[in-house]
């Protein structure tokens, strides 16, 4: 089965700043990778995803990158605000179906 | 917007006493998932009814079961809570050919 690792585990940066999470993934025939939030308590969800016919995918202060060759993708928040705090899940599967998730990275920025 | 409800939202249960979640969803999804959730870790699949077909995942424990009626409606039935059990439970739906996954809010399940 596909195994997704997530680093780092913890990330802090001052407000302003630009955070990266990356992730690697193991099976060459995941195709869908999705990046989800999940604030304290609430349900995850989904702030942007990447299929992978395409290399790169923004939107406003979220960016998502993809090499299929080196199997890994990264998300990149930038001009990180206090609403951005919270646990980013990245998760790889074969189409869309059975999504499997990486270990989570707790991003705190600091004001 | 609460398209995949989940059913109570917080659920307290006593160690050894049979326990059920409810999951519904208003999508017409023909996927729908279990997962498990433990403080800061990842959702664990614990298993996924694709149409009428379950599927279990191979360390899903048996002491968890799951029933999907119909295209609606699926539940989680845990035999004999664990005090390991305690967690939150996610639902999350999805239909093949259309990328994404909705969650439910989730249950958190205390055992007592």
């Known amino acids: 089965g596909e195994n997704v690792e997530q680093h780092p585990s913890t990330l802090s940066v001052q407000e302003g700043d630009s955070a990266v999470i990356k992730c690697t993934y193991s099976d060459s025939a995941s195709n869908y990778f999705p990046w989800y939030k999940q604030e304290l308590g609430k349900r995850p969800q989904l702030i942007i995803d990447?299929?992978?016919?395409?290399g790169e995918k923004k939107d406003q202060r979220i960016a998502v990158t993809l090499n299929k060759t080196a199997k890994h993708f990264s998300l990149h928040i930038t001009e990180t605000q206090p609403e951005d705090s919270a646990v980013y899940f990245c998760?790889?599967?074969?189409?869309?179906?059975?999504?499997?998730f990486g270990a989570g990275t707790t991003v705190t920025v600091r004001a | 917007d609460a398209m995949v409800i989940q059913n109570p939202r917080y659920q307290v249960t006593q160690f050894g006493k049979p326990v059920t979640l409810s999951c519904s969803q208003t999508l017409n999804h023909n996927v729908m998932y279990w997962y498990q959730q433990k403080s800061s870790q990842a959702p664990k699949l614990l298993f996924h009814?694709?149409?009428?077909?379950?599927?279990n995942e191979a360390d899903t424990p048996d002491n968890f079961q799951s029933r999907r009626p119909n295209t609606s409606f699926c539940f989680l039935d845990i035999r004999s809570p664990g005090l390991g059990d305690a967690a939150m439970y996610l639902c999350a739906t999805s239909r093949v050919g259309q990328y994404g996954y909705t969650f439910g809010s989730g249950t958190r399940l205390t055992v007592v």
């Open positions: 990447i299929r992978s016919n395409v």
């Open positions: 009814y694709y149409d009428k077909d379950f599927n």
């Open positions: 998760a790889a599967s074969e189409n869309d179906y059975k999504l499997s």
